[in-house]
């Protein structure tokens, strides 16, 4: 896949502090790729090292091929940028506030209106035009930022945390929106976010931040299978009642191809194997009539892959960095409260 962001040993140092160390990252033209981490993760840094709007301490940073920091107004052009608080003229109407953007782009005056209604429509605020941007709900203000970000027809877009504060419905429509417009118009975005489901309902592929280093990237499925090598499928069988001979069960299952691993634990019998096992242990349980009242196949998520990457991160880093602790405690107090 054409790479259209590259990070070749990308750093930026705050004084003392490292908020992005040494970031090698390509993301390929027509990814939706999410940035994930906790707060102070270096993730806006990396944003705003791409965008040209902070100088690394060292490395390189490129995007739609151009040098993010030599060449920034030319990033500015290709490049749609949406922060996670996007400011606009409350007294202006949606439709007023995009015109106005409009002409800043250097749009011709014959053509501001029409591609002004033309970004309004495609981001669902059509029936909201006339009304004054102040009166918008977060929802709304963030389809508005959305809007005003198409109006240079982009190549990439870059949105900061673009659902915080809104409702799950408004959500499922914003992340709906961003998916639909990477499908008809190749748009590559780069997302970053603290909401993991999110991420995992619409990214291709996801990288993950701590302490200012990229832990890992990939699609989930890879990250899982890396993460959870010795057993990545795991089929969980509930029984009507507990298995009377569960040495002789464990035994045959265990001569199933690709078996790794059985837990018992009551009436629930837990395989993990090496590839999709469930048609077989079906097929085993019922041929030992064992009465099977459901089976489960268990997908690792994003949750569980994030949340061993951090506590390996965790382990490794204890002695050395006292604050990874409140990283944590930060992310997931995020995660409760929103
Ligand atoms: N201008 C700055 N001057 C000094 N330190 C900064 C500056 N900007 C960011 N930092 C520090 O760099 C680290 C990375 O911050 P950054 O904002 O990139 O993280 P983040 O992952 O985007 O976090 P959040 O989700 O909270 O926005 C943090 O420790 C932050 O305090």
Do not use: W
Not at 218 to 238: K, Y
């Amino acid at each position: 896949m054409e790479a259209i962001i590259e990070m070749n040993g990308l750093t930026k140092h705050y004084g003392r502090l490292k908020a992005v160390d040494d970031l090698h990252l390509s993301i390929g033209k027509g990814e939706i790729f999410g940035l994930l981490g906790p707060n102070g993760a270096g993730k806006s840094t990396t944003i705003l090292m791409l965008l040209g709007l902070t100088e690394p301490s060292s490395g390189e940073a490129r995007i739609c091929g151009l040098n993010a920091t030599r060449d920034p107004i030319s990033v500015k052009r290709k490049v749609g940028y949406m922060p996670d608080n996007v400011g606009f003229y409350n007294e202006l109407t949606a439709l007023e506030n995009l015109v106005y953007i409009a002409r800043l782009n250097g749009l011709p005056e014959s053509s501001v209106k029409n591609v002004a209604r033309e970004m309004l429509e495609e981001v669902g605020l059509q029936s909201a035009m006339h009304k004054k941007a102040g009166q918008f709900s977060r929802g709304m203000k963030q389809r508005l930022g959305l809007a005003e970000v198409l109006i240079k027809q982009p190549e990439v877009i870059i949105l900061d945390e673009p659902t915080l504060g809104i409702d799950p419905a408004g959500v499922k429509d914003f992340l709906g929106l961003i998916t639909q417009l990477n499908q008809r118009q190749g748009i590559t975005v780069l997302l970053s976010s603290h909401h993991l489901h999110q991420v995992q309902q619409v990214c291709t592929r996801v990288g993950i931040f701590v302490g200012g280093r990229l832990l890992a990237d990939g699609d989930i499925g890879t990250l899982a299978a890396r993460l959870f090598q010795t057993a990545p499928f795991v089929v969980e069988v509930a029984l009507r009642s507990t298995p009377e001979q569960p040495a002789e069960l464990e035994r045959e299952i265990l001569q199933l191809p690709s078996v790794k691993k059985i837990t018992f634990s009551g009436n629930i019998v837990e395989i993990a194997g090496d590839e999709d096992i469930t048609p077989d242990i079906v097929r085993l349980f019922v041929s030992r009539q064992l009465d099977v009242t459901g089976v489960q196949r268990k997908n690792y998520g994003l949750d569980e892959i994030y949340h061993r990457y951090f506590e390996n991160n965790l382990k490794e880093n204890i002695s050395h960095d006292k604050s990874s602790g409140l990283f944590q405690r930060s992310f997931f107090g995020r995660l409760k409260t929103r």
